[in-house]
Each structure stands twice: as C-alpha cells, then as structure tokens.
C-alpha cells in the first residue's frame, strides 16, 4: 500500500514538469500534442520489440486502447492550448478540478451511489481554485480551456482504469499512443480551420524540451498512471492530483516570474487544494485499513 501511494506521488511531481515545458515548447498546443504522441508511439513501439515484450491483441481490443489513448490526447490539448491562453499557474490549477469531475462521472459510469464525501473534498478543491484567481476576467479563456481539459482527464482516468485491468500496461500505453496520434491527426485539418497551427515543426530549444516531455512526462509518466490505477482508486489518483499545481507553479515562479500573481488569496486556495489532497489520502488508506 505504501509502495502504491509513493508511485502516486512520484508521478504527480513528474507531473508537475508538463505545464512548464508545455509553455517553453513555442509550437501550437495541437502540433505539440501530435509531436508528443508521435514519438512516445515510436520510442514505446521500439522498446517492446526489442525486448520481445509486443503483445498482439485483436482488434476490438486495439480500439478500446486507442478510444482511451484519444480522450487522453484531447484533455493535452486543452490542457496547453489553456495554458498558451493564459499562462502555467492558470492552467495547472484549473487542472485541480479533476476531482469534481470524477466525482460526478465515475458514479455514472461505474454504476454505483454518489459519494457526499468525495464532493465534499472537491468543493475545497473549488474553493481554493477561487481563491487563487477569482475567475480574472483576463483570464476567462484560459479558465474555459482548462475546465474542458479536467473534465477530459477525469474522463481518461476512469476509462484507463476500466480498460487497464486487462492488458499489459506498457503494451497498453503504446496503443494509447497510437490511438491518439491517429484521432488526432485525422482532426488537426478541422482544428486548422477555426485555429491557425502555424509551425508544424519543432525548432531550436523545442526539441530537447520535447525529448524530456516524451522519455519522462510521457512514458514515464503514463506508466506510473496505469500501474497507480489499477490499485488505487481513480477518484484518490485524480484528487492527489491537485498537487500538481504547487510543483508547476513553484517551477514558473522562477521561470516565468509568475510570482507576480501570487497574493493571500493565492496561499489560502493553494492550502485548501493540499488539505482537500491530504484529508482524501487519509480517509482512504483508513477506509482499507478497515476493510482488512
């Protein structure tokens, strides 16, 4: 159990690397997302043939991945595009709502009761998400986007732990990746009609940003996501999460001089994001602890 929740929290600080690279690399978010998807799919396709560890699955299997990898690909998209809107702080807090969400979906989906004290955790969560920017009315797209972005994720996150429980995780990321890649690039003409993509290629400093985002934001990453969900619950998984902004923000502090939005409000929100995150952990591993 300890092993399980160490693993969360590696992967939310890795996490917490993604909004700043995603506002370093100068591409638009959608031609990001793609370049990301591409080369994790490669690198991913090449480490499991060369270990001899490539799975082959029918297709309908290959579908239900790839359907999952696609929900992940569109809440990237968001997620940067709230980002390259706004700027990191904006994006990686509205990132903290993931919780609501899966609150409000994973009951629906999963067919079982709603949950008083899962909403009572993510209206802290929302609190704190006003109190750090009291919706801004510079900010409103970014917010918009991001909002989008975490119903995304929270979507993604049930779905990854539906599908995961019967197939190999690395195996199932590869697919994940190939899925997106295909969704997205068959979308990326409509996208270019209402959103100018500009450069579709990296250039300069892009591309060693771009390599980190993919061998340790991405693979890494989503592994660490699929091995955590399939033994902690998403809902735990997604409101740890909202510890992502403090590593994200800490880091465009210094990069992007964000500190120039921070204010009382700001430390008060940033607190109930971390109690909201503490109080959830705690009342799970009791919960379990009981269960035994």
């Given at each position: 159990m300890?092993?399980d929740?160490l693993?969360?929290h590696?992967?939310?600080?890795?996490a917490?690397?993604?909004?700043?690279?995603?506002?370093?690399?100068t591409?638009d978010?959608?031609?990001l997302v793609?370049?990301?998807m591409?080369?994790a799919a490669?690198l991913?396709?090449?480490f499991?043939?060369?270990?001899k560890?490539?799975?082959?699955?029918?297709?309908?299997?290959?579908l239900?991945?790839?359907?999952?990898?696609?929900?992940?690909?569109?809440?990237w998209?968001f997620?940067?595009?709230?980002?390259?809107?706004?700027?990191?702080s904006?994006?990686?807090v509205?990132?903290?709502?993931v919780?609501?969400f899966?609150a409000?979906?994973e009951?629906i989906i999963?067919?079982?009761?709603f949950?008083g004290?899962?909403?009572?955790f993510?209206l802290?969560?929302?609190?704190?998400i006003y109190?750090?920017?009291?919706?801004?009315?510079?900010?409103?797209?970014?917010?918009?986007?991001?909002?989008?972005?975490s119903?995304?994720?929270a979507?993604f996150?049930i779905?990854?732990?539906r599908?995961?429980?019967h197939?190999?995780?690395?195996?199932?990321?590869?697919?994940e990746?190939?899925?997106?890649?295909i969704?997205?690039t068959c979308?990326i003409p409509?996208?270019?009609?209402?959103?100018?993509?500009?450069?579709?290629y990296p250039?300069?400093l892009?591309y060693?940003?771009?390599?980190?985002?993919?061998v340790?934001c991405?693979?890494?990453?989503?592994?660490?996501?699929i091995i955590?969900?399939q033994?902690?619950?998403?809902?735990?998984v997604?409101?740890?999460?909202?510890?992502?902004p403090?590593?994200?923000?800490?880091?465009?502090?210094f990069?992007?001089?964000?500190?120039k939005?921070l204010?009382f409000s700001?430390?008060?929100?940033?607190?109930?994001?971390?109690?909201?995150v503490?109080l959830?952990?705690w009342?799970?591993?009791?919960?379990?602890?009981?269960?035994?």
């Amino acid at each position: 159990m300890k092993k399980d929740y160490l693993l969360l929290h590696l992967s939310v600080f890795i996490a917490g690397f993604t909004g700043v690279l995603g506002r370093l690399i100068t591409l638009d978010s959608a031609i990001l997302v793609w370049w990301r998807m591409a080369a994790a799919a490669l690198l991913m396709w090449a480490f499991l043939a060369i270990r001899k560890d490539l799975n082959r699955y029918h297709f309908k299997d290959i579908l239900q991945m790839g359907g999952v990898g696609m929900l992940l690909c569109l809440h990237w998209v968001f997620f940067y595009a709230s980002i390259k809107a706004s700027n990191v702080s904006i994006g990686v807090v509205c990132f903290s709502l993931v919780g609501f969400f899966t609150a409000l979906f994973e009951p629906i989906i999963n067919k079982h009761r709603f949950s008083g004290r899962e909403f009572l955790f993510s209206l802290l969560t929302i609190l704190g998400i006003y109190l750090i920017f009291q919706f801004d009315a510079r900010y409103r797209l970014g917010i918009a986007l991001g909002v989008v972005s975490s119903a995304l994720y929270a979507l993604f996150a049930i779905a990854n732990q539906r599908v995961g429980k019967h197939y190999e995780a690395k195996n199932m990321l590869l697919w994940e990746m190939v899925g997106g890649l295909i969704g997205l690039t068959c979308l990326i003409p409509l996208y270019n009609i209402f959103i100018p993509v500009g450069r579709l290629y990296p250039v300069g400093l892009d591309y060693p940003y771009l390599a980190f985002m993919v061998v340790v934001c991405t693979i890494g990453l989503c592994l660490l996501q699929i091995i955590v969900l399939q033994k902690i619950p998403a809902f735990t998984v997604n409101l740890t999460y909202n510890l992502e902004p403090v590593y994200s923000i800490i880091l465009s502090m210094f990069i992007f001089s964000e500190y120039k939005e921070l204010n009382f409000s700001f430390c008060i929100g940033i607190a109930l994001i971390i109690i909201s995150v503490v109080l959830q952990t705690w009342s799970e591993i009791r919960r379990r602890k009981i269960k035994a």
